[in-house]
């Protein structure tokens, strides 16, 4: 389906022509885009979760009783698991989380999400010429038609141009918005596309993201 244009005061102005680069595709790329999400959940992950093992812990270079006559279990070391203190089995240690996903993939993954958007009619560009809100409830009538129904409408992300002098001012206007995201081209991924069920573009952003996908296309 072809992609709405709106002015800044969300007046419908014309349809956009859908790119070639975000036709239709054939399924079975799903697992790109699992592997693509997978892959840039893990990344930010610090992985500096430890643990001290039975031969860290200090304490425990004597045996605390005799093995025979007291009545005990027989024990060896106060650093066993079991004694309090001790040192924990198969506990986590220091380790990186990052998983490797080749370009094209990756780069299949961001077509194939956003194709997906563009083919479910989930596609708006805005014309921010002129824009001079003020007010968060007068950028929740933008988005949503009335400031009521920006808590039933679609999850909503918003996407302005990497070097968009608006972005600021959108990021204002929309922080307290519930369900909606702003953000620019250069962090959009695979996973914040995924998580909003529709999309917004400024012209600006819609331009480069039709850009740097033809690129990689290529």
Not at 8 to 29: C, K, L, Q, S
Not at 189 to 197: A, G, I, N, S, Y
Request: net charge positive; proline share 6%.
């Amino acid at each position: 389906m072809m992609p709405q244009v709106i002015d800044a005061t969300g007046t419908p102005i014309r349809d956009e022509e859908t790119p070639i680069v975000f036709a239709p595709r054939p399924a079975g790329g799903s697992h790109a885009i699992f592997r693509a999400v997978h892959r840039e959940l893990a990344n930010p992950r610090a992985g500096t979760a430890s643990t001290l093992r039975r031969d860290e812990v200090a304490g425990g270079g004597r045996k605390p009783w005799r093995q025979k006559g007291t009545g005990r279990a027989r024990q060896g070391s106060i650093r066993s698991p079991q004694w309090r203190h001790g040192g924990v089995v198969f506990g986590p240690k220091p380790r990186s989380y990052a998983l490797d996903l080749n370009k094209k993939e990756r780069r299949g993954a961001f077509i194939a999400v956003l194709s997906d958007r563009f083919a479910n009619g989930a596609v708006t560009v805005l014309d921010p010429a002129g824009f001079g809100m003020q007010k968060t409830a007068e950028f929740a009538a933008l988005l949503f038609g009335q400031e009521k129904h920006a808590k039933k409408r679609p999850r909503t992300l918003l996407v302005y141009g990497r070097d968009e002098r608006a972005g600021q001012m959108f990021k204002r206007l929309g922080r307290n918005l519930r369900g909606t995201g702003i953000t620019d081209t250069g962090a959009l991924d695979v996973k914040d596309v995924l998580r909003f069920t529709r999309l917004i573009l400024t012209v600006e952003a819609y331009a480069q993201l039709v850009s740097i996908c033809e690129r990689h296309a290529s």
